[in-house]
Each structure stands twice: as C-alpha cells, then as structure tokens.
C-alpha cells in the first residue's frame, strides 16, 4: 500500500507537473539546434586558395551557345569529324561546319577567335590541350574556329 500522500497511476499523471518544463527545455533545444539544420541564404566565401578562374568560367557562356567550326588542315582522312566528335559530344559545344580547310599544310591545332572572345576560346583551347589565337576580325563574339593540325591528325 502506497504512503499517504502520494499517488499511484499512470507515468502522467505522475509527472505531471514536470509535463510543461519538459515542452520548454524541448522547444528551447530545438530553436537552438535550428540553425545548424537549416541552409543558410548568405551567400557562402570562395575558399582562400581558390583562384579568380572559377569565378570567370561562372560567367561564360554555355558551351552550348558558342558554336565551333573545325576544319582539317592535314592530310589526314577525318580528323575534323574526329575532333568534332569530342567538342559536339563531351564539351558540348555547338557544331558548325565540319570540313577540309582551304590548305593542309597547318603544323599546328588551334582555336581561333574573334575580337571580344578571349576567355571562350582560351577555355576550349584549355579542353583539348592546344593554343587560342586571336582572328584579324569576326563579330560573333559566339563563334569559335578550330583548325586541325599535323600534332593532332
């Protein structure tokens, strides 16, 4: 038999009294871990060592609004079908003409640009190992020329 005083029943209505305590220590929690579960809406730092590349590459346009010519300037049967395959495939970029050039004495590949189109061309230069050189004129600052050379026929 219980002692005078004291209550038998149920764990609630035992504990009772306590019942509120534990709803704001249980609130007071979860506001506090709240923002550690939440993703933050500030803009996040670039780590220090990164460099300004990346943030230049951010404001390129999609390799699938700069179209690229290439052109073979070797001997070689189908090498511009051959590159063409990987920059229209993996890179992404949109084909142009697909052709022999005018000569196929070129040594070198090169992505030729126009005024304005430093940084699209100096990227898929980048992306197939070669040297961008700037064009005399052009005025689609969206187009890119490829010619193929003997170091990669």
Do not use: C, H
Not at 1 to 14: D, E, I, K, Q, S
Not at 67 to 75: E, H, K
Not at 80 to 95: F, H, K, N
């Amino acid at each position: 038999m219980p002692a005078p005083g004291l209550t038998v029943g149920p764990w609630f209505a035992r504990t009772r009294r306590f019942f509120p305590l534990l709803v704001i220590v249980a609130l007071a929690v979860a506001v506090a871990l709240l923002p550690a579960v939440r993703p933050s809406s500030a803009p996040t730092a670039a780590p220090p060592n990164a460099s300004g590349s990346a943030e230049a590459a951010a404001k390129l346009p999609p390799p699938w609004k700069i179209r690229v010519d290439v052109f073979n300037g070797t001997t070689t049967p189908n090498a511009a079908a051959e590159l063409s395959d990987q920059i229209g495939g993996p890179l992404a970029y949109r084909l142009g003409k697909v052709a022999n050039a005018n000569r196929s004495d070129y040594v070198e590949t090169r992505v030729y640009f126009p005024p304005g189109a430093e940084a699209i061309a100096a990227r898929l230069a980048k992306q197939l190992g070669v040297q961008a050189t700037a064009l005399p004129g052009g005025k689609d600052k969206l187009r890119l020329v490829v010619v193929i050379g003997s170091d990669r026929a």
